[in-house]
């Protein structure tokens, strides 16, 4: 793992000074999302997508765009091989601080993966519990950043013996639009249900949504719909006053 990660801060320090390395690392992310999700994702935005994706192109030589297809192998193959060694990993939120790219200039840091295990462990401790009788746990991640919590959380449902693909449903948000689409990536490389909302959770205010391919697969709109719906008809039933559409509310319906 620890040589794939070098060969990718290499790769990406390798495009000379004509390019800044923070300008490759946004490039690189927003074609590897692009690639990823308009694989399977034919909707009304498709096109956009793929019309973003030959602007960027347009930036580079084709020698030096060709490496961008090389990276996403190399992110691939690491993403693979944590997998197969039993435990996860931030890929990109470390390839991004060892870029160099987290600085007080940006005001942009990733937790590190240690962190999110310990977060992952606190909070999803009655995991093994309650998937004896329900389907699915949700996740709800209002500062998603990397995905780094969401990844620790996928691991968590793993070593207690599910499938994070079938056994999670997860939901993030973030209003830096790299964070949106390197969560994305990594939850779609890590086979993650998740639904991914470009947006502001202060505000509540919502821009663009990607859902990852084993969430569409998965039926996991309408499963986390008749989740929430339960769960008003039970508050219902006791008699227990019910708020404002909450924002894990929001982010299905949006």
Known sequence: MENIHQELVKSFQSFGAAFRTADVFRDFIELAAIALINQYAFDAEWEQRENRYHEIRQKYSEADFCRFSEMLGLLMLAVNKVQKQGAFDDVLGRLYMDLGLGNDSSGQYFTPYCVSKLMAALGGSGVAEKLKTEKFVSVLEPTCGSGANLIAFAEHVREAGYTSSQSMAVMGVDIDILCFQ?????????????????????????????????WILGGFSQAMADKIEAERERETAAAVPTETITLEEQFVLF
């Open 182 to 214: 390197m969560c994305f990536i990594q939850c779609q490389l890590y086979r993650i249900p998740a639904k991914i909302v470009h947006g502001n959770s202060l505000t509540r205010e919502f821009w663009s949504a990607w859902c990852t391919s084993d």
